[in-house]
């Protein structure tokens, strides 16, 4: 399945039949969620807006800048917005999304951004779009004002088709239906491919080497830019003192050059890194050169490599490479769905392929890269697999199968007898003596019981720590030795001065030491503020009087 049938199928709630020509209903729980959780820019984002995410792109010096399209196929922007990068018509900050109109409804199919941040889009309709910085005409509009909402780039684009773009840190390339490749703005070292390191102000076709032949795939690095023919072959422009052209030589390079030691090996794909390149070949194979002093070509050493390095895998086929102007990380994936990475990860030189837990090559810039961006646009999965973890998700609460129903406060929960028992020891016992389809449950809100169960489902909470008392004490109750952990650390998270002396009592009454020790501690730090809480006001007179002597003994009244 395309993206673009995902959209339309989630946005009517029908998916078409091309064999039978009708519309059929389907669940909308059955749509594919997208995970964006790795990335701290979308935490504060509520859960039932998570759900609606479908592609989404985070960019900006600190990955500070978010980008993402939701199901009804709507366009929102969060972060600095530096540059007015976010296309909200203005410069100002939002720590909320904020939806970019203009976008709405394009179905976006490529998404690439620059370090000013300059971003640029393509659309199912083969438009393209750009907005941010523009101090070197990266835009394509003509000019070098910087775009504040997103505007179509037209100019020697009629009647093209685009399908995809990518950005290097001021330039940038698109790629037609047609193989041709179109650049433009900062090219001061040839990475326009113009013959000239003169800026250009609009897209201007790359021919020279290229003329008549039909391009398959593009790339750019921070002042270069990189082409895959449909037979192969690959070509390399722009800046090159770190040998990233893989042409065996360290000169810049205005024109486009084919990488002739790659001459007899078919390359499918071509990633770039700030100043390193990675391709993959037919037969699954990874060469890598340029720049090296973080090991990003994954050689075992830290020399700089001008022609083009077969990586010792050691490992089965690889089908995808990966890598992003911003950083010095490389990553792959295996046929059998394994990730590897090298490099620079999270301030470490890692010199060779690692092997990681990972199941995506997206969750290794989310976790190791510098700055935790994506490399690419994040899309759902278009082949509806789920692993076991995100069907079990999928499934919580979900009256269609489940066999059995809390009722708490007067509303239902709807789980799974299986699952409950498996999960949870006293689940097991009570579920062995009854059959009942409905059990009631008076003794906690529904608000704490349902994120019980779903941490059953999850292995994660999401409550606020006032509320995570109230699961402190169910899993206490329950002995859920893992959940108490977790709702120390939620409560941990979430202290504050007004909320202090509320969780520190807490922490006494459910025996929680080690949440008991870090609020008291925190108390003292901050004892003038929490001393006229209301909170403090009404403490308990034997929690008081014993506060007071261990903060004595702290030492917190000494002048």
Same mark, same amino acid.
């Given at each position: 399945?395309?993206?673009?049938?995902? #959209?339309?199928?989630?946005?009517?709630?029908?998916?078409?039949?091309?064999?039978?020509?009708?519309? %059929?209903?389907?669940?909308?729980?059955?749509?594919?969620?997208?995970? /964006?959780?790795?990335?701290?820019?979308?935490?504060? +984002?509520?859960?039932?807006? %998570?759900?609606?995410? =479908?592609?989404?792109?985070? #960019?900006? $010096?600190?990955?500070?800048?978010?980008?993402?399209?939701?199901?009804?196929?709507?366009?929102?922007?969060?972060?600095?917005?530096?540059?007015?990068?976010?296309?909200?018509?203005?410069?100002?900050?939002?720590?909320?999304?904020?939806?970019?109109?203009?976008?709405?409804?394009?179905?976006?199919?490529?998404?690439?951004?620059?370090?000013?941040?300059?971003?640029?889009?393509?659309?199912?309709?083969?438009?393209?779009?750009?907005?941010?910085?523009?101090?070197? $005409?990266?835009?394509?509009?003509?000019?070098?004002?910087?775009?504040?909402?997103?505007?179509?780039? &037209?100019?020697?684009?009629?009647?093209?088709?685009?399908?995809?773009?990518?950005?290097?840190?001021?330039?940038? *390339?698109?790629?037609?239906?047609?193989?041709?490749?179109?650049?433009?703005?900062?090219?001061? !070292?040839?990475?326009?491919?113009?013959?000239?390191?003169?800026?250009?102000?609009?897209?201007?076709?790359?021919? !020279?080497?290229?003329?008549?032949?039909?391009? /398959?795939? *593009?790339?750019?690095?921070? %002042?270069? !830019?990189?082409?895959?023919?449909?037979?192969?072959?690959?070509?390399?422009?722009?800046?090159?003192?770190?040998?990233?052209?893989?042409?065996?030589?360290?000169?810049?390079?205005?024109?486009?050059?084919?990488?002739?030691?790659?001459?007899?090996?078919?390359?499918?794909?071509?990633?770039c890194g700030y100043a390193h390149t990675?391709?993959?070949?037919?037969?699954? #194979?990874?060469?890598?050169?340029?720049?090296? &002093?973080?090991?990003?070509?994954?050689?075992?050493?830290?020399?700089?490599?001008?022609?083009?390095?077969?990586?010792?895998?050691? @490992?089965?086929?690889?089908?995808?490479?990966?890598?992003?102007?911003?950083?010095?990380?490389?990553?792959?994936?295996?046929?059998?769905?394994?990730?590897?990475?090298?490099?620079?990860?999270?301030?470490?030189?890692?010199?060779?392929?690692? %092997?990681?837990?990972?199941?995506?090559?997206?969750?290794?810039?989310?976790?190791?890269?510098?700055?935790?961006?994506?490399?690419?646009?994040?899309? /759902?999965?278009?082949?509806?697999?789920?692993?076991?973890?995100?069907? +079990?998700?999928?499934? #919580?609460? $979900?009256?269609?199968?489940?066999?059995?129903?809390?009722?708490?406060?007067?509303k239902c929960i709807h789980v799974h007898?299986?699952?409950?028992?498996? =999960?949870?020891?006293?689940?097991?016992?009570?579920?062995?003596?009854?059959?009942?389809?409905?059990?009631?449950?008076?003794?906690? !809100?529904?608000?704490?019981?349902?994120?019980?169960?779903?941490?059953?489902?999850?292995?994660?909470?999401?409550?606020?720590?006032?509320?995570?008392?109230?699961?402190?004490?169910?899993?206490?109750?329950?002995?859920?030795?893992?959940?108490?952990?977790?709702?120390q650390e939620t409560i941990k998270r979430?202290?504050?001065?007004?909320?202090?002396?509320?969780?520190?009592?807490?922490?006494? @009454?459910?025996?929680?030491?080690?949440?008991?020790?870090?609020?008291? @501690?925190?108390?003292?730090?901050?004892?003038?503020?929490?001393?006229?809480?209301?909170?403090?006001?009404?403490?308990?007179?034997?929690? +008081?009087?014993?506060?007071? &002597?261990?903060?004595?003994?702290?030492?917190?009244?000494?002048?």
């Amino acid at each position: 399945m395309h993206v673009t049938d995902l #959209f339309i199928s989630c946005k009517f709630g029908k998916k078409y039949d091309l064999a039978t020509g009708i519309y %059929l209903s389907i669940p909308f729980r059955n749509v594919l969620m997208l995970d /964006v959780g790795k990335w701290p820019v979308f935490a504060l +984002l509520p859960p039932e807006e %998570l759900r609606l995410i =479908r592609q989404a792109c985070v #960019f900006g $010096s600190a990955a500070n800048e978010a980008i993402y399209v939701t199901v009804s196929d709507e366009v929102f922007a969060l972060g600095t917005n530096c540059s007015g990068c976010l296309g909200l018509g203005d410069t100002q900050s939002t720590i909320e999304p904020r939806r970019i109109d203009i976008l709405c409804g394009k179905k976006i199919v490529s998404l690439s951004y620059g370090t000013g941040p300059h971003v640029v889009i393509a659309t199912a309709d083969g438009e393209v779009y750009s907005w941010g910085h523009n101090g070197y $005409s990266q835009l394509g509009n003509g000019t070098t004002n910087h775009g504040l909402t997103p505007a179509l780039v &037209s100019t020697s684009l009629i009647g093209k088709r685009v399908t995809e773009v990518a950005c290097g840190s001021h330039h940038t *390339i698109a790629l037609t239906t047609e193989g041709e490749v179109y650049a433009w703005g900062y090219n001061n !070292s040839g990475q326009v491919g113009s013959g000239s390191t003169a800026n250009q102000p609009t897209p201007r076709r790359v021919s !020279s080497c290229l003329q008549n032949k039909v391009v /398959v795939n *593009i790339a750019c690095g921070q %002042l270069c !830019s990189m082409a895959v023919l449909d037979n192969g072959e690959t070509y390399g422009w722009g800046y090159n003192c770190n040998g990233q052209l893989g042409l065996g030589n360290n000169g810049n390079q205005q024109t486009p050059c084919r990488i002739a030691a790659l001459q007899g090996i078919n390359i499918v794909q071509v990633a770039c890194g700030y100043a390193h390149t990675l391709a993959l070949t037919d037969e699954g #194979f990874i060469y890598s050169w340029g720049a090296n &002093s973080y090991g990003q070509l994954g050689t075992g050493n830290k020399s700089n490599q001008a022609v083009p390095t077969l990586i010792n895998m050691e @490992k089965e086929r690889m089908v995808e490479v990966a890598a992003c102007h911003t950083s010095h990380t490389s990553v792959a994936k295996t046929q059998s769905g394994q990730v590897l990475m090298w490099g620079q990860c999270r301030g470490q030189v890692v010199a060779y392929p690692h %092997l990681t837990h990972f199941t995506s090559t997206d969750d290794v810039f989310a976790c190791f890269a510098t700055p935790a961006v994506t490399w690419h646009l994040l899309s /759902v999965d278009g082949d509806d697999y789920l692993t076991v973890a995100q069907s +079990l998700k999928r499934e #919580f609460d $979900s009256p269609e199968i489940s066999d059995l129903k809390f009722l708490v406060d007067g509303k239902c929960i709807h789980v799974h007898k299986a699952l409950l028992k498996i =999960r949870c020891e006293h689940f097991r016992a009570l579920l062995n003596e009854t059959d009942e389809e409905t059990i009631e449950i008076h003794q906690f !809100s529904y608000l704490v019981y349902r994120a019980f169960l779903e941490y059953l489902y999850t292995d994660t909470i999401n409550l606020p720590p006032e509320d995570a008392i109230g699961l402190l004490d169910l899993s206490t109750y329950y002995r859920e030795s893992r959940l108490k952990r977790l709702c120390q650390e939620t409560i941990k998270r979430g202290i504050t001065e007004e909320n202090a002396i509320t969780l520190l009592s807490a922490a006494v @009454k459910y025996e929680a030491r080690d949440l008991e020790e870090f609020c008291f @501690k925190f108390c003292v730090n901050h004892l003038t503020a929490v001393t006229q809480t209301q909170a403090f006001a009404d403490m308990d007179h034997d929690l +008081l009087k014993n506060f007071i &002597s261990k903060a004595s003994r702290y030492g917190a009244f000494k002048n």
